[in-house]
C-alpha cells in the first residue's frame, strides 16, 4: 500500500497521507461522495475530483500491473527471461512500454520474417546487424542458395534475410519508442475526399475534402467529425510525417556503420522495416491514441453539459399542468401534483378552426379550474410556440414556462414509464416527462439515456463503456450533492445514491410500497439487503421530512447525531429547537468538539446544515421568456436583441434556444468581451442569456448569435 500511495501521489501530485487515506478508505468499501463528504479530515479536504483521480490511477496501475505479470509469465515459460528484461518490465510506467517490449516474445502470425527463418537465413540476418568489417556479399549469401529451401539464387536469400533484420529493427523497443514520440509531436492529419462517394453530391464533409492539421492541435468535434467521415466512406484519411528523417534517425539508432560491406544491406532493411511494418503500426498506434483523445474530450463536454441540466433549478414542489404540443394529433395535457403524481390526462385541440381552438380554450379553463397551478409545462418541440400563445390567451393568469424535450419520447416508450405507467398511452408519458422536469430536472432526467438529452458533440460515436463512465460519475455527483427524498424518490434516482446500486434501490421502494413511508433514518436498517455498511454510505444523502429525528431531512450524517444533541444541550437548547435556531447556533463553540475523527471542516459542515437544514444547492429557479413576436427563423433580423437559454456547449460555442425552433449559434469568439478558451468558463446548458443576432441563413437554417455587449 505505502508504495502504491507513494507512486499516486507522486504522479498526481497529492500529499502522500491524503491519498494513503483514500485507499485504505476505498479498500474498506467507501464510496467517493461519503469520502469527499464525512471524511475530510483522513483526506485533508481533498474534494471529489481528486479522490476519483486516486481512485481512477489505482485501477490504472491494478491493470498495468497485471499485464506485466501476464507478460513476465509468457517469456519465462518461452525460456527467455534475462534479468535485464525483467528490470526493464518492472521499470515500465505504460502500457505502450510493456507492449514495445514483449513484442519480440510474442507468439506472430506467419509473416515474410517467419518464412525466412524457416528457410535457415536467421544467421545470415544477424551478420547483417553485426556489420563484419569482412564481409563478401557472395560468398555469405551462396551457401543458403537452396531449391529445397524455395532459394533459388543469392537475390532471394537476401530478400529473405532482409526481411529478417527489418522485424527485428522494427520489434525493438526503443525504436518503436522513438518512432512514436515523432509521430506524437509531429504527424499532421490529412484528408481528401473519395471522388466516388462525393462527385456531384453535397456531404457534410465538405470542409475535409483537402485538409491539413497537425495533431497535436487538432480539437476533439474536428477529428470526430473526420473519423466519422471516413467511416462512412466519404474521406480518405492519413497522417504525414517526415519519413526521410525518422528513417535516418533509426539508422542511427541501429549503428549502421559504413566501413563494413553489410551497412547497404542494413540501411535497405532498416527502410523496408519502417515502410512495411512500423509505420502502419505506429500510424495506427498514432491515429487510435488521437481518436481515443478526442473521445475522452467529447465525454467530458458532454459531462460537464449533463452536470449543468441535472442540476438546473427545480420548480419545486408545487402542481403543474404540462403539455406535449402537436398540431395534427392534438396537445395532449396533464395535470401533476406537487409530488408529480399523474392527476389527469387529456387531448385538446388549439391549432384547429375558431370553433376548435375555443373548445379547446374552454376544455383547458375547465382543466385549470379542478386542478390549480400556477404554471404551465409546455414542451419545446413542434409546435411548442404556438401553443404557449394558446395557453398564454386562454389562461392568462398563469406562468407559462418552455420545457426541453430532449428524450421524453424515448422515456415514453422506455421500462421505466412502462412500469410507472402501464395503462397509460406513451403519448400522455411524454407530456408527464414534461411537467415532472419542470418540478424537479434531477429526479425525472435520471430515467432517461443521457445521449437522448441532445447535448455534448459526437456522444453517439463514444465508446460505451467510455460514455457511461463519465455518465455514472456525473450523475452520482449531482444526486448525492442534491439529496434524495426516500419517500418519495423513484428506483432510477435512488439507485445513484452512494452505496445503493439498482438492486438495493427496488428493495427500498418495495419497502415503502408495503410498510408505508420511512418514519425515519433508522428505519432504512429494516430493508433488505441494507446492511451496516451500505447504511453507512448512504444515510447521509437521504432525506426523511418530517422524520422521528430532526435531523432527518439534513445532510448530517446519522452518526454526528449524538454530537448534535451534546452541541444543543451546551448551547441550553435541544436538537428539535436548536435547527434553524440562528442565535443558538451562533453559541457555538466548535473548538471544543475537536477530536481524532472530528475537526473543523465537519464540524463547519455541521453548523452550516444546522443553520439552513435539508438546503438545496441548487439555484433558484427563473423561467425564461422569449419574445412574443418571433416565433420562427423567419422574424428574426440582424442586429435584433433575444433573450434565449443555452441548450448545449461545444468547444466551438454555445448553441442558444431564442424561440424560434431553431438553436442559434455563439461562436467561442462571440460569448465573451474578453478571449474565452473554454466556453465551459462563461456558459453552461440552461442558462440564460442576451444576444444579439448577427446572421441568418434562412436556406441552410443557420443563426449566427453573439453575446459580445449585452447585458448578460
Same mark, same amino acid.
Given at each position: 500500500?505505502?508504495?502504491?500511495?507513494?507512486?499516486?501521489?507522486?504522479?498526481?501530485?497529492?500529499?502522500?497521507?491524503?491519498?494513503?487515506?483514500?485507499?485504505?478508505?476505498?479498500?474498506?468499501?467507501?464510496?467517493?461522495?461519503?469520502?469527499?463528504?464525512?471524511?475530510?479530515?483522513?483526506?485533508?479536504?481533498?474534494?471529489?475530483?481528486?479522490?476519483?483521480?486516486?481512485?481512477?490511477?489505482?485501477?490504472?496501475?491494478?491493470?498495468?500491473?497485471?499485464? /506485466?505479470?501476464?507478460?513476465?509469465?509468457?517469456?519465462?515459460?518461452?525460456?527467455?527471461?534475462?534479468?535485464?528484461?525483467?528490470?526493464?518490465?518492472?521499470?515500465?510506467?505504460?502500457?505502450?512500454?510493456?507492449?514495445?517490449?514483449?513484442?519480440?516474445?510474442?507468439?506472430?502470425?506467419?509473416?515474410?520474417?517467419?518464412?525466412?527463418?524457416?528457410?535457415?537465413?536467421?544467421?545470415?540476418?544477424?551478420?547483417?546487424?553485426?556489420?563484419?568489417?569482412?564481409?563478401?556479399?557472395?560468398?555469405?549469401?551462396?551457401?543458403?542458395?537452396?531449391?529445397?529451401?524455395?532459394?533459388?539464387?543469392?537475390?532471394?536469400?537476401?530478400?529473405?534475410?532482409?526481411?529478417?533484420?527489418?522485424?527485428?529493427?522494427?520489434?525493438?523497443?526503443?525504436? /518503436?519508442?522513438?518512432?512514436?514520440?515523432?509521430?506524437?509531436?509531429?504527424?499532421?492529419?490529412?484528408?481528401?475526399?473519395?471522388?466516388?462517394?462525393?462527385?456531384?453530391?453535397?456531404?457534410?464533409?465538405?470542409?475535409?475534402?483537402?485538409?491539413?492539421?497537425?495533431?497535436?492541435?487538432?480539437?476533439?468535434?474536428?477529428?470526430?467529425?473526420?473519423?466519422?467521415?471516413?467511416?462512412?466512406?466519404?474521406?480518405?484519411?492519413?497522417?504525414?510525417?517526415?519519413?526521410?528523417?525518422?528513417?535516418?534517425?533509426?539508422?542511427?539508432?541501429?549503428?549502421?556503420?559504413?566501413?563494413?560491406?553489410?551497412?547497404?544491406?542494413?540501411?535497405?532493411?532498416?527502410?523496408?522495416?519502417?515502410?512495411?511494418?512500423?509505420?502502419?503500426?505506429?500510424?495506427?498506434?498514432?491515429?487510435?491514441?488521437?481518436?481515443?483523445?478526442?473521445?475522452?474530450?467529447?465525454?467530458?463536454?458532454?459531462?460537464?453539459?449533463?452536470?449543468?441540466?441535472?442540476?438546473?433549478?427545480?420548480?419545486?414542489?408545487?402542481?403543474?399542468?404540462?403539455?406535449?404540443?402537436?398540431?395534427?394529433?392534438?396537445?395532449?395535457?396533464?395535470?401533476?401534483?406537487?409530488?408529480?403524481?399523474?392527476?389527469?390526462?387529456?387531448?385538446?385541440?388549439?391549432?384547429?378552426?375558431?370553433?376548435?381552438?375555443?373548445?379547446?380554450?374552454?376544455?383547458?379553463?375547465?382543466?385549470?379550474?379542478?386542478?390549480?397551478?400556477?404554471?404551465?409545462?409546455?414542451?419545446?418541440?413542434?409546435?411548442?410556440?404556438?401553443?404557449?400563445?394558446?395557453?398564454?390567451?386562454?389562461?392568462?393568469?398563469?406562468?407559462?414556462?418552455?420545457?426541453?424535450?430532449?428524450?421524453?419520447?424515448?422515456?415514453?416508450?422506455?421500462?421505466?414509464?412502462?412500469?410507472?405507467?402501464?395503462?397509460?398511452?406513451?403519448?400522455?408519458?411524454?407530456?408527464?416527462?414534461?411537467?415532472?422536469?419542470?418540478?424537479?430536472?434531477?429526479?425525472?432526467?435520471?430515467?432517461?439515456?443521457?445521449?437522448?438529452?441532445?447535448?455534448?458533440?459526437?456522444?453517439?460515436?463514444?465508446?460505451?463503456?467510455?460514455?457511461?463512465?463519465?455518465?455514472?460519475?456525473?450523475?452520482?455527483?449531482?444526486?448525492?450533492?442534491?439529496?434524495?427524498?426516500?419517500?418519495?424518490?423513484?428506483?432510477?434516482?435512488?439507485?445513484?445514491?452512494?452505496?445503493?446500486?439498482?438492486?438495493?434501490?427496488?428493495?427500498?421502494?418495495?419497502?415503502?410500497?408495503?410498510?408505508?413511508?420511512?418514519?425515519?433514518?433508522?428505519?432504512?436498517?429494516?430493508?433488505?439487503?441494507?446492511?451496516?455498511?451500505?447504511?453507512?454510505?448512504?444515510?447521509?444523502?437521504?432525506?426523511?421530512?418530517?422524520?422521528?429525528?430532526?435531523?432527518?431531512?439534513?445532510?448530517?450524517?446519522?452518526?454526528?447525531?449524538?454530537?448534535?444533541?451534546?452541541?444543543?444541550?451546551?448551547?441550553?437548547?435541544?436538537?428539535?429547537?436548536?435547527?434553524?435556531?440562528?442565535?443558538?447556533?451562533?453559541?457555538?463553540?466548535? /473548538?471544543?468538539?475537536?477530536?481524532?475523527?472530528?475537526?473543523?471542516?465537519?464540524?463547519?459542515?455541521?453548523?452550516?446544515?444546522?443553520?439552513?437544514?435539508?438546503?438545496?444547492?441548487?439555484?433558484?429557479?427563473?423561467?425564461?421568456?422569449?419574445?412574443?413576436?418571433?416565433?420562427?427563423?423567419?422574424?428574426?433580423?440582424?442586429?435584433?436583441?433575444?433573450?434565449?437559454?443555452?441548450?448545449?456547449?461545444?468547444?466551438?460555442?454555445?448553441?442558444?434556444?431564442?424561440?424560434?425552433?431553431?438553436?442559434?449559434?455563439?461562436?467561442?469568439?462571440?460569448?465573451?468581451?474578453?478571449?474565452?478558451?473554454?466556453?465551459?468558463?462563461?456558459?453552461?446548458?440552461?442558462?440564460?442569456?442576451?444576444?444579439?443576432?448577427?446572421?441568418?441563413?434562412?436556406?441552410?437554417?443557420?443563426?449566427?448569435?453573439?453575446?459580445?455587449?449585452?447585458?448578460?
Amino acid at each position: 500500500m505505502n508504495e502504491l500511495a507513494s507512486r499516486i501521489a507522486r504522479d498526481l501530485d497529492l500529499p502522500l497521507a491524503a491519498v494513503a487515506a483514500v485507499l485504505a478508505l476505498l479498500d474498506e468499501g467507501a464510496t467517493v461522495p461519503f469520502i469527499a463528504r464525512y471524511r475530510k479530515e483522513r483526506t485533508g479536504l481533498l474534494d471529489e475530483v481528486a479522490i476519483r483521480a486516486i481512485a481512477d490511477r489505482r485501477d490504472m496501475l491494478s491493470d498495468l500491473d497485471k499485464r /506485466r505479470a501476464t507478460i513476465l509469465a509468457s517469456i519465462r515459460e518461452q525460456g527467455q527471461l534475462t534479468a535485464a528484461l525483467e528490470q526493464a518490465l518492472m521499470a515500465c510506467t505504460t502500457k505502450a512500454a510493456l507492449e514495445d517490449l514483449y513484442l519480440p516474445f510474442k507468439k506472430k502470425r506467419k509473416t515474410k520474417a517467419s518464412v525466412a527463418r524457416e528457410r535457415g537465413l536467421e544467421p545470415l540476418a544477424l551478420k547483417i546487424l553485426a556489420q563484419p568489417r569482412s564481409f563478401d556479399l557472395g560468398r555469405e549469401a551462396r551457401p543458403y542458395v537452396s531449391a529445397k529451401n524455395e532459394l533459388p539464387d543469392e537475390a532471394a536469400v537476401w530478400d529473405g534475410a532482409r526481411d529478417i533484420v527489418a522485424e527485428l529493427v522494427s520489434d525493438r523497443a526503443d525504436v /518503436r519508442a522513438h518512432v512514436r514520440a515523432i509521430f506524437g509531436k509531429h504527424a499532421r492529419v490529412a484528408t481528401s475526399a473519395i471522388k466516388k462517394a462525393t462527385e456531384g453530391k453535397r456531404t457534410a464533409y465538405e470542409d475535409y475534402y483537402d485538409f491539413r492539421e497537425p495533431g497535436t492541435r487538432i480539437p476533439s468535434h474536428r477529428y470526430l467529425a473526420i473519423a466519422r467521415g471516413e467511416d462512412e466512406g466519404v474521406l480518405r484519411v492519413k497522417l504525414e510525417i517526415d519519413d526521410d528523417k525518422i528513417v535516418g534517425d533509426v539508422h542511427r539508432m541501429v549503428g549502421v556503420d559504413r566501413r563494413s560491406p553489410a551497412a547497404g544491406a542494413l540501411e535497405q532493411a532498416t527502410r523496408e522495416g519502417y515502410e512495411r511494418l512500423l509505420r502502419p503500426s505506429i500510424e495506427n498506434e498514432t491515429r487510435a491514441e488521437l481518436k481515443a483523445r478526442a473521445e475522452r474530450e467529447a465525454a467530458t463536454v458532454f459531462a460537464k453539459n449533463l452536470e449543468s441540466i441535472l442540476l438546473a433549478p427545480p420548480l419545486g414542489e408545487r402542481a403543474v399542468l404540462a403539455i406535449d404540443p402537436g398540431f395534427r394529433t392534438g396537445c395532449k395535457v396533464v395535470a401533476l401534483s406537487a409530488q408529480g403524481e399523474l392527476l389527469m390526462h387529456k387531448t385538446v385541440f388549439p391549432h384547429g378552426s375558431a370553433a376548435e381552438r375555443a373548445r379547446a380554450a374552454a376544455e383547458l379553463q375547465a382543466i385549470a379550474r379542478r386542478h390549480p397551478a400556477d404554471t404551465i409545462a409546455v414542451g419545446s418541440g413542434t409546435g411548442g410556440r404556438e401553443t404557449e400563445a394558446f395557453v398564454r390567451e386562454a389562461v392568462p393568469d398563469t406562468t407559462v414556462v418552455s420545457v426541453s424535450e430532449a428524450g421524453a419520447s424515448v422515456y415514453s416508450a422506455s421500462d421505466i414509464a412502462r412500469a410507472e405507467f402501464p395503462d397509460l398511452d406513451l403519448t400522455y408519458r411524454g407530456a408527464v416527462s414534461i411537467g415532472r422536469r419542470l418540478q424537479d430536472p434531477l429526479a425525472e432526467l435520471v430515467k432517461i439515456d443521457p445521449k437522448a438529452l441532445g447535448v455534448g458533440q459526437y456522444q453517439h460515436d463514444i465508446p460505451e463503456k467510455l460514455l457511461r463512465e463519465r455518465v455514472d460519475v456525473v450523475v452520482e455527483t449531482a444526486v448525492n450533492r442534491v439529496g434524495v427524498d426516500v419517500n418519495t424518490a423513484s428506483p432510477s434516482l435512488l439507485e445513484h445514491v452512494a452505496g445503493i446500486g439498482p438492486t438495493l434501490a427496488k428493495n427500498i421502494v418495495a419497502h415503502r410500497q408495503q410498510h408505508g413511508a420511512f418514519t425515519g433514518r433508522s428505519a432504512l436498517r429494516k430493508v433488505s439487503g441494507l446492511g451496516p455498511q451500505r447504511f453507512e454510505q448512504a444515510a447521509g444523502f437521504l432525506r426523511i421530512r418530517r422524520g422521528e429525528h430532526p435531523l432527518d431531512a439534513s445532510a448530517v450524517h446519522p452518526e454526528r447525531y449524538a454530537l448534535v444533541e451534546r452541541m444543543a444541550r451546551d448551547v441550553g437548547s435541544s436538537t428539535d429547537k436548536i435547527v434553524g435556531d440562528a442565535p443558538a447556533i451562533a453559541k457555538i463553540d466548535i /473548538r471544543r468538539y475537536f477530536g481524532d475523527d472530528l475537526g473543523e471542516p465537519t464540524l463547519r459542515d455541521i453548523v452550516a446544515e444546522l443553520a439552513r437544514p435539508g438546503r438545496d444547492p441548487r439555484a433558484a429557479f427563473e423561467a425564461p421568456r422569449f419574445r412574443d413576436d418571433v416565433n420562427g427563423v423567419a422574424d428574426l433580423e440582424v442586429g435584433m436583441e433575444l433573450e434565449g437559454v443555452v441548450t448545449n456547449v461545444t468547444p466551438f460555442g454555445a448553441f442558444v434556444d431564442i424561440g424560434v425552433h431553431q438553436d442559434g449559434l455563439v461562436h467561442v469568439s462571440e460569448l465573451a468581451d474578453r478571449f474565452v478558451e473554454d466556453p465551459h468558463e462563461v456558459v453552461h446548458p440552461g442558462q440564460r442569456v442576451t444576444v444579439r443576432v448577427l446572421s441568418v441563413d434562412h436556406e441552410r437554417k443557420r443563426i449566427a448569435l453573439s453575446r459580445k455587449g449585452t447585458r448578460t
